[in-house]
C-alpha cells in the first residue's frame, strides 16, 4: 500500500477540500482515506499501487487549483492489528 501526497495550491475553503477528495475519488475510485487540508496545502489518500502525477495533475487543472507535486511512499497500518 502506498501514501501518495499531492501539494495543490489554491484551496481556501472547505468546500475547495471537497471538490478536491472528489477529483481524486473520480481519477482513482481505488483510492482510500482521501484527505485534503487548506491550511498544509495538501491532499493524501492510499492505493494500492502509485499513481499517474500526470493524469492527477491534469484532472486537479480541471478543476481549478493548481498541482505542484506528488510524492508516493510506503504505508504501514499502525493499531492494534496493524
Given at each position: 500500500?502506498?501514501?501518495?501526497?499531492?501539494k495543490?495550491?489554491?484551496?481556501?475553503?472547505g468546500?475547495?477540500e471537497?471538490h478536491?477528495?472528489?477529483?481524486?475519488?473520480?481519477?482513482?475510485?481505488?483510492?482510500?482515506?482521501?484527505?485534503?487540508?487548506?491550511?498544509?496545502?495538501?491532499?493524501?489518500?492510499l492505493?494500492?499501487?502509485?499513481?499517474?502525477?500526470?493524469?492527477?495533475a491534469?484532472?486537479?487543472?480541471?478543476?481549478?487549483?493548481?498541482f505542484?507535486?506528488?510524492?508516493?511512499?510506503?504505508?504501514?497500518?499502525?493499531?492494534?492489528?496493524?
Amino acid at each position: 500500500m502506498k501514501k501518495i501526497t499531492v501539494k495543490i495550491d489554491g484551496m481556501m475553503c472547505g468546500m475547495c477540500e471537497a471538490h478536491i477528495c472528489d477529483t481524486i475519488r473520480k481519477v482513482y475510485p481505488d483510492a482510500k482515506k482521501v484527505k485534503a487540508s487548506k491550511n498544509t496545502g495538501e491532499a493524501t489518500f492510499l492505493r494500492e499501487d502509485g499513481a499517474d502525477d500526470e493524469k492527477l495533475a491534469k484532472a486537479i487543472a480541471e478543476t481549478g487549483y493548481t498541482f505542484v507535486s506528488m510524492s508516493a511512499e510506503e504505508y504501514k497500518k499502525h493499531g492494534f492489528f496493524g
